[in-house]
């Protein structure tokens, strides 16, 4: 989450907790809100950003209320956060 802008990046895979580390590199006023384990992480990460795709801003970043942030707890939940 970009703690200025309060768009939110929603990314899949090992590599996301990397590129948190860069962004908040480049630019301190991003955080690591939740992230989750799943057993098809592309196809899940596929469905919410076609559920959100009228609030894509940039690239995997998004303008989400948090309204949709439950939608993604929510359908997250029977899965490992970590």
């Known amino acids: 989450m970009n703690l200025v802008t309060n768009l ?11 590129k948190v580390k860069i962004c908040q590199e480049l ?4 955080e690591l ?8 992480p592309e196809l ?5 950003h076609n559920q959100f ?6 690239g ?3 303008n989400l209320n948090f309204n949709d942030l ?5 359908r997250m939940e029977k899965y490992k956060a970590i």
């Open 27 to 30: 630019n301190p006023s991003c």
């Open 60 to 62: 995997e970043w998004f």
């Open 70 to 74: 439950r939608y993604i707890k929510d």
């Open 44 to 48: 899940d990460l596929k469905r919410i």
């Open 53 to 58: 795709k009228k609030k894509r801003r940039d």
């Open 33 to 40: 809100v939740t992230t989750w384990t799943t057993p098809a």
């Open 8 to 18: 939110i990046e929603i990314c899949e895979g090992y590599y996301s907790c990397i």
